[in-house]
């Protein structure tokens, strides 16, 4: 109830846009979408077919300007968008070669943050490739895992510091590991979880926060300057919510680091401090406490985590089950432990929020300002709307942060939705499907 009345009940409603009009070249399903954040201007597909694809989207890269200067230009549409470049699929490739394109379903894409000249790749045989956009062509090869057939994949270019970081993980390890893309190096571990990798996620205001989700059926938040289990500041409790928590009195930090478990000091000689040490020292290996320390905490109660997604201002979590589809709204503000908010998102015909049984689940989060005009009040302005964007099966449904059923539901798509990406500043959403279509809302 608390949680209820703290958070602001605003909605951004969405609707289909018919400009711009994306023409897709891929017959197969689009698995991952990316638009640029320098710029907003290059979106990205990546698609089961194995090709990556890109559009410009704006009016350069419209079908009438072109055309222009050809007999059929009369024809051209100024909101139908064509892809100006597009990768090829080539044979797999022999150990260290860069190859010219992938060899299987490309499962992840993402631009170079603060560059449009650059993107990242990842496709279902494990491999990282990194693109010069201009030459569409690979210049790095990376391969975090070995012999990962199968695997997916996942990477995530971090978006602070130095722009240099992949964070990389495997549905078949259970270690999260960081690539350097300027010499293709791993650079450490992040170990914690006891099964495959199946989300991650960075924070997007503290470039050295992670956020993992696994097989295991646990969120974790790691700091990457620290390695090993070390490096994890905490783990979601499902168990952790707003009305059972105790919140001590710490307070609030960017990094996350109020959320470390603190256990009061005891007084002891220093004869049973020395004891306790080496007893410690015997049975646990070095960098080995949080693992045993969260042995039985489940974040979601089954199956893995199959989409995570920070809110822009960092203060919240939203995660959601692989095999139940069940949406969890995490509270990061509070000490000691994420709370896990008292609220149900519930789809028409009291299922769960999204689609389950999938690998990976579609969800993006959108927030701007909205206007508001109170007739019976007489009072008008502008407050903050935070939406959150679901797939489920062909239908993307929109719910508010207070939970209950969505406030919207958008149709479009003629199969399963496999992507949802946001587009100008938050307002805006692409999303891709099974369909091979990808289509706008705003």
């Known amino acids: 109830m608390a949680f209820a009345k703290s958070v602001n009940q605003s909605f951004d409603a969405k609707e289909l846009l018919t400009d711009p009009e994306i023409i897709s070249p891929h017959q197969s399903s689009i698995n991952c ?14 698609s089961a077919d194995g090709t990556v694809s890109i559009w410009d989207l704006t009016k350069w890269g419209s079908e009438h300007h072109i055309r222009q200067g050809t007999n059929n230009n009369t024809l051209a549409r100024k909101s139908a968008f064509h892809p100006i470049a597009r ?17 299987s379903s490309v499962a992840h894409v993402q631009w170079y943050p603060v560059d449009s000249g650059a993107f990242l790749s990842s496709a279902s045989d494990g491999t990282l490739l990194f693109w010069d956009t201009n030459q569409m062509q690979p210049v790095l090869r990376v391969n975090p895992f070995d012999d990962d057939a199968g695997g997916g994949g996942i990477a995530h270019l971090q978006t602070g510091g130095d722009h240099s970081l992949i964070a990389s993980g495997s549905w078949n390890d259970d270690a999260i590991k960081l690539v350097d893309i300027r010499s293709g190096a791993h650079s450490h571990e992040l170990s914690g979880h006891r099964d495959g990798i199946s989300a991650l996620r960075w924070s ?18 790691w700091d990457i300057r620290k390695s090993g289990s070390r490096a994890c ?8 919510t707003a009305v059972s928590s105790f919140k001590p009195n710490r307070p609030y930090k960017a990094d996350y680091s109020h959320l470390r478990e603190s ?6 000689s220093s004869l049973t401090k020395i004891k306790k040490r080496k007893r410690a020292s015997a049975s646990l290996a070095p960098n080995y406490y949080q693992h045993l320390q969260s ?3 489940l974040s979601h109660s089954i199956g893995h985590v199959s989409a995570l997604q920070f809110f822009p201002n960092g203060h919240y979590l939203a995660s959601i089950g692989g095999i139940d589809g069940d949406l969890c709204l995490w509270d990061l503000r509070t000490a000691g ?28 989060i959108t927030t701007g300002p ?19 964007w679901v797939a489920k099966n062909h239908n993307i449904l929109g719910f508010g942060m207070e939970g209950g059923s969505p406030q919207q539901v958008l149709k479009g798509h003629l199969n399963m939705i496999t992507c949802i990406e946001t587009w100008e500043p938050g307002r805006r959403l692409v999303t891709g499907s099974r369909d091979g279509m990808i289509l706008c809302w705003g």
Do not use: W
């Open 33 to 46: 979408l990316a638009v640029d954040r320098a710029n907003g201007r290059f979106l990205l597909a990546g």
């Open 87 to 103: 990768s090829i699929k080539v044979t797999a490739p022999r150990n260290y070669d860069i190859p010219g394109g992938h060899s």
């Open 204 to 221: 997007p205001n503290m470039p050295v926060v992670l956020a993992s989700g696994s097989k295991d059926g646990t969120v974790r938040l």
């Open 233 to 240: 500041i905490t783990v979601c409790n499902r168990e952790v």
């Open 263 to 268: 256990k009061p000091k005891e007084k002891s």
């Open 295 to 297: 042995d039985y905490i």
């Open 337 to 364: 432990c994420p709370q896990r908010q008292i609220v149900k998102f519930v789809a028409p015909g009291g299922t769960r929020a999204s689609t389950g049984r999938l690998r990976k689940a579609p969800m993006a």
């Open 370 to 388: 909205l206007y508001y005009n109170n007739s019976t009040s007489s009072q008008e302005g502008t407050r903050t709307a935070t939406s959150i």
